[in-house]
């Protein structure tokens, strides 16, 4: 999923993993678009790409998607919230389960802390906190209905 050392020869590398942050693009999840100013699209700065690609990652449902197919990309939480009678301890621990797993693929991430997941009729929230490896703590939080 990620490039390889020999793939990027001016690459860093962290944990025998080539990390290169390339451009990263802000995207609007709520229009579902990429944002634009002066019909340029925004570059967003290492801790935004982070959050973008965190967003991303939780909002695919694994296995749903040609282009990702092969790969274990996004998570398997569709099943746990939508049309279940799971006991809610069950599900409240699978999605952390779920939400971590998926996180930990990427090679700037060390860890997830400070999980809280918001139940309501509209549906579920997670809020939580990346831990890059650099030190940096980024908050997110994903409405885990698409929404």
Known sequence: MFPQIQDLPNATVVDNTAVQMGKSFLFDFSKGDFVVNDGRLVIADNTT???VWVEKILRTENGRYAVFEGLSYGTSIEDLIIGTNYNIAFVESEIKREIEDALLQHPHISGVSNFVLTREISGVTAEFTVVLKDGTMV?????????
């Open 49 to 51: 790409a982070i959050k």
């Open 139 to 147: 908050e997110s939080g994903v409405d885990l209905n698409g929404g």
